[in-house]
């Protein structure tokens, strides 16, 4: 069993013509997702990737039954892009695009209430359910099925934190990318909660940075009653400047609010375990989980 995504989703991408949507599209197929149709408005009619290509993705969902999307698309095309998707009640939404002006991501929130969608990202290293779906610019290489789910604002702990739990057969059920963005979709509160009422997901690992409210938002859910599952949490940024960016735009930290340490604090508090670096993430995983199965 997985989250969001599983061998069962159809994905259309929306960009995948260019270098980078031919790239990753070529990656996922390969890996076994099923990708249906790409969708290019100046385009229509024609093959990329031995997949047909639609002006839109109403149509593209119309012919092919998609029901996920990668938006994959330059930043200043991409809120429109969501909107589409939005528009057009596809299930699952992810988008990898950086810099998406904030304004946009504020109609695209606008757009996301009350709808039928789910976004990932933008800003997101995308969604992984391991040998079944893979939708974004996440590594499939060291992913291994299993029953830790993931949620994480930093690609590439992340994909540390999947090899070092593979390596220890400790598999994952599905990595989410929520993306380093401060205006995104899906959160650490919205992935817990899915996380927890899925039956073949043991324990929980949250990978957090300093900025924003995720993590705070995270202990206030978990701090509201008895969660059911272990919670490991790995916050980074504990010696960041304070004031200064730090690479995500979701990372800005001022006057000592949104700390690393502020954060891992919190989520202590609220019944998580707190890992002290990302070499200690398998270990506490191991504390928690004494019996876990392993791959």
Request: charged fraction near 20%; glycine fraction near 12%; aromatic fraction near 4%.
């Amino acid at each position: 069993m997985a989250i969001i995504v599983d061998n069962s989703t159809k994905v259309l991408v929306q960009g995948m013509t260019g270098r980078a949507g031919s790239f990753y599209t070529h990656q996922a197929m390969r890996y076994g997702t099923t990708y249906v149709a790409g969708v290019n408005p100046f385009k229509p009619g024609t093959e990329h990737l031995g997949l047909p290509v639609f002006g839109s993705v109403d149509e593209a969902k119309a012919k092919t039954g998609a029901n996920a999307s990668l938006v994959i698309v330059p930043a200043v095309k991409a809120g429109a892009a969501m909107i589409e998707a939005i528009e057009a009640e596809i299930g699952v939404i992810t988008c990898v695009t950086e810099r998406v002006p904030q304004h946009d991501m504020a109609r695209v929130k606008a757009a996301l209430e009350g709808s039928k969608s789910v976004l990932i990202g933008p800003n997101s290293q995308g969604i992984l359910t391991p040998e079944q779906c893979k939708i974004g610019v996440m590594p499939t290489r060291y992913a291994l099925p299993g029953r830790i789910g993931i949620a994480s604002r930093a690609a590439s702990l992340t994909s540390e934190v999947v090899s070092q739990c593979s390596a220890a057969g400790l598999g994952q059920s599905t990595t989410v990318g929520i993306g380093g963005d401060s205006l995104h979709g899906l959160g650490f509160v919205d992935c817990l909660k899915l996380f927890k009422d899925d039956a073949d997901t043991d324990a929980v690992i949250l990978i957090g940075e300093m900025g924003g409210r995720e993590e705070e938002d995270a202990a206030e859910y978990l701090a509201t009653g008895d969660y059911g599952k272990p919670v490991v949490a790995l916050i980074v940024g504990r010696h960041a400047p304070q004031g200064r960016r730090m690479g995500h735009a979701g990372t800005l930290s001022v006057f000592g609010t949104g700390s690393a340490t502020a954060k891992a604090d919190l989520l202590q508090r609220a019944g998580a375990v707190i890992a002290g670096n990302v070499d200690d993430v398998v270990p506490r995983i191991k504390t928690v989980l004494p019996n876990a199965a392993v791959a």
